[in-house]
C-alpha cells in the first residue's frame, strides 16, 4: 500500500468513525489551546509557566524558518537564535538564545506583517514577559541584545537571501540540538 492509499484509508476512518472524530477533536481542541511537541497545552487566556519548557521552545523553533520561509534554503528561528547568543557578551546570552521564544508558541510573524498586528503583538509581549520571568531574564530586551538581533537580521539576509554563504545553515535536528547544547551550557554551573 503506498502513502496516498495509507493517507486515504485513514481520512475515511475519521470521516466515518464518530468515536474516533471525537477523540481526535478532544485532543485538538482543548479550550482553545495549542498542543506542544511535548503534549502540554498553551491557553493563550491563561498562560501557565508551568506549561513552559526549553524542550518546546528548541522544537518548535527549530523548525519555523526564518523570513517567513522566503530564502532559497531552510534557515530555523533557532539557530539565529543561538548565533545571537554567541554575539553578545556571556551576561546577556541566555536572554539573546530566548529572545525570539514567544515565537515558538506563536509563530514567526515577519516584522512588516506583525506590525499589523496589534492584538498579536500584545500576547506576544504577554507570553514573552512569562518566559523571561521563568528563565529569570529581562523583558524588554537589553540594548545589546536587539542589536545582536538587527546585526543578525543583516548578517542572515546577506549570507542566506544574497546567496553569498557567510556561514553553514543547519538541519532542523541540528539547530534543536544545538538550542539545546546552547542552553545546557548556559544554565549549567
Known amino acids: 500500500m503506498n502513502e496516498a492509499e495509507i493517507m486515504k484509508r485513514e481520512v475515511n476512518k475519521i470521516l466515518t468513525t464518530p468515536e474516533e472524530l471525537a477523540n481526535l477533536d478532544s485532543l485538538l481542541m482543548v479550550d482553545g489551546c ?20 526549553i524542550e518546546d521552545i528548541a522544537h518548535s523553533l527549530s523548525m519555523q524558518c526564518r523570513f517567513g520561509g522566503h530564502l532559497p534554503e531552510f534557515y530555523s528561528v533557532a539557530q539565529h537564535s543561538v548565533h545571537c547568543s554567541q554575539l553578545v557578551d556571556e551576561e546577556y546570552a541566555l536572554e539573546a538564545l530566548l529572545h525570539d521564544a514567544s515565537e515558538a508558541y506563536m509563530l514567526d510573524i515577519p516584522k512588516p506583517l506583525k506590525t499589523f498586528l496589534p492584538d498579536y503583538e500584545a500576547m506576544e509581549e504577554k507570553m514573552m514577559g512569562i518566559i523571561s520571568k521563568k528563565y529569570g531574564v529581562p523583558h524588554p530586551l537589553s540594548k545589546s541584545v536587539k542589536s545582536a538581533d538587527a546585526l543578525m537580521l543583516k548578517l542572515e539576509f546577506k549570507s542566506i537571501m544574497l546567496q553569498k554563504n557567510l556561514f553553514n545553515v543547519w538541519s ?3 539547530s534543536k540540538q544545538n538550542f539545546i547544547e546552547r542552553y545546557e551550557e548556559l544554565t549549567t554551573t
Open 34 to 53: 495549542i498542543r506542544t511537541s511535548t503534549g502540554k497545552y498553551i491557553n493563550f487566556n491563561f498562560i501557565k509557566m508551568e506549561d513552559i519548557c
Open 172 to 174: 532542523m535536528e541540528e
